[in-house]
């Protein structure tokens, strides 16, 4: 069984999204991270009773992961880049959920309600979300999932957002599910799901 830690910086929606379905997931979040002391997603983790610690520090991170034995790491709402050396550690086995259908709206400033706007202002009628491993590029690994939503009908970034929400907190307690079972594998840098 899979010890997974997930990193968080505010509300934890989508930390809720992974605890909401942890009876179907073949892995333990045994620790919650954030980089942000007044995220609400600690509340969130202390209510699940899952340890939680506020790390800001990457050295101090890679640390607390390796003493924590933590298999793999599921960046949740993030908002922060991942070191060299953390990355190099948990090489495949740290994944992103990036709130569009990469590779749009992606990359450095591309996080929260900046990727909405760009999507309203661009006129796309279609968004999404991807969840993906981490590499140094940012939004750069290696595609696992993605499903996409009309958001035809909405004008504003928050109703974007908030469609798009729906969409993450489906894929990706479903791909942490799929990663605790083996299920997605990596080959020449594409993913494939058994």
């Known amino acids: 069984m899979l010890r997974l830690a997930v990193l968080i910086s505010g509300s934890g929606t989508d930390l809720q999204s992974i605890i909401d379905h942890r009876n179907q997931i073949n892995g333990e979040i045994a620790l919650v991270i954030s980089n942000r002391k007044n995220a609400y997603g600690l509340q969130r983790a202390q209510d699940a009773g899952i340890k939680n610690l506020v790390i800001k520090n990457q050295d101090e991170l890679l640390n607390t992961l390796k003493e924590e034995k933590i298999d793999f790491i599921v960046l949740a709402g993030y908002l922060a880049i991942l070191g060299k050396e953390l990355i190099d ?21 591309m996080y ?10 661009r006129g796309v009628k279609v968004s999404g979300a991807t969840v993906h491993f981490v590499s140094e590029e940012v939004d750069g690994g290696p595609i696992i999932w993605q499903e996409a939503v009309s958001i035809a009908d ?24 799929w990663i605790c079972d083996g ?8 993913v494939k799901i058994r």
Do not use: M, W
């Not at 550690?89 to 400033?109: A, D, M, V």
């Not at 929260?112 to 202002?121: I, R, T, Y």
């Not at 299920?183 to 594409?190: Q, S």
């Open 154 to 177: 909405l004008d504003t970034p928050e109703d974007i957002q908030k469609r798009v929400l729906e969409v993450e907190h489906k894929i990706l307690p479903e791909v942490v599910q």
């Open 89 to 109: 550690t948990y090489q495949n086995k740290i994944i992103n959920i990036h709130p569009s259908l990469i590779p749009s709206f992606c990359g450095p400033g």
């Open 112 to 121: 929260g309600l900046h990727v909405h706007e760009a999507v309203l202002k």
């Open 183 to 190: 299920k997605v594998v990596l080959e020449k840098g594409r």
